[in-house]
């Protein structure tokens, strides 16, 4: 009998795992259907450019110089968010570090994209017993476990724990949404936490650094370039005398960006000379119909 017994407790400890293991693909499962409605939203509107880039190209335009104005004002408002460094000892950057590579998202974001969501995570704490997440609130923070255990349920029902070194939450960093999932302290935690506004932020602030130092190297490499985007003329400069000139300055400013992003696509870089001028000025074009801008004849 005691063989028995011992063969049907077996038994409910694997009928348990299974259906702990049911319940885990389903959160898994739905994760996955939120990353495939991203993937979906960003396939659209790649889609929506490619056309529009199409459309272009069967009907050029007049060249025309471009004076940029607001485009997004939520960009904007990123690109003057002042973000704060937080302290931390070397072990905890390590650990937050780690957990960044480590995370499928997050590990493929540029090392100084990475460097700076470390600098920027602030401490929080959460005692025994209360929620870091919980189910069906509005979702805006990503965390990093640096001490405790914290368990991961859906509808009352127990999913799996999380431990020390493992960042989630990471689809707040990308769109808003609801948290599916309710996320408790098994006992008293420490954790690194950031916002989404911060997250765009970065990633703002890295591309307008990247466009910042192409054309940096740009005015380095060519002195007519230079000569031509300067916006400040010293005493034996001669500043533009007409309207005419000063938007040429811009056009100058604005083909040569163009062109440096066309180059930087590594299955575009075997181009030739003439497709890849032909490229940029598609992507000009792309630009004016896209973006709100103005245009100015020259």
Aim: aromatic fraction near 6%; charge should be positive.
């Amino acid at each position: 009998m005691g063989t028995l017994r011992d063969l049907q407790y077996a038994l409910q400890l694997k009928i348990e795992e299974l259906r702990q293991r049911d319940t885990l693909i389903d959160e898994l499962e739905l994760e996955l259907d939120a990353k495939d409605d991203l993937i979906r939203r960003l396939q659209g509107e790649l889609d929506r450019l490619r056309v529009t880039l199409s459309a272009s190209g069967s009907s050029r335009l007049k060249r025309r110089a471009i004076r940029t104005e607001p485009i997004d004002h939520e960009q904007k408002h990123f690109s003057r968010i002042a973000l704060t460094s937080h302290r931390k000892s070397p072990e905890s950057q390590e650990l937050i570090k780690t957990a960044l590579l480590e995370n499928g998202f997050t590990k493929h974001l540029e090392r100084g994209q990475i460097l700076a969501m470390v600098d920027c995570m602030q401490p929080t704490t959460v005692s025994q017993g209360s929620c870091v997440i919980q189910e069906g609130d509005k979702a805006s923070l990503a965390f990093v476990a640096e001490e405790g255990k914290m368990e991961v349920s859906k509808a009352g029902q127990r999913l799996y724990a999380i431990g020390p070194g493992k960042l989630f939450g990471d689809l707040a960093l990308l769109h808003s949404h609801t948290w599916t999932t309710t996320v408790k302290a098994l006992m008293n935690i420490r954790l690194w936490a950031i916002d989404r506004q911060s997250f765009r932020a970065i990633m703002l602030k890295s591309g307008l650094l990247r466009i910042s130092q192409s054309l940096e190297l740009l005015r380095r490499s060519s002195p007519r370039v230079t000569a031509l985007s300067t916006s400040s003329f010293g005493p034996r400069q001669r500043a533009p005398n007409s309207l005419s000139e000063a938007n040429s300055i811009r056009w100058v400013q604005s083909a040569h960006l163009h062109y440096l992003c066309v180059c930087s696509v590594p299955f575009l870089r075997s181009l030739s000379e003439e497709r890849l001028i032909k490229a940029s000025e598609a992507l000009e074009e792309v630009c004016c119909l896209h973006f709100n801008v103005s245009h100015v004849d020259y």
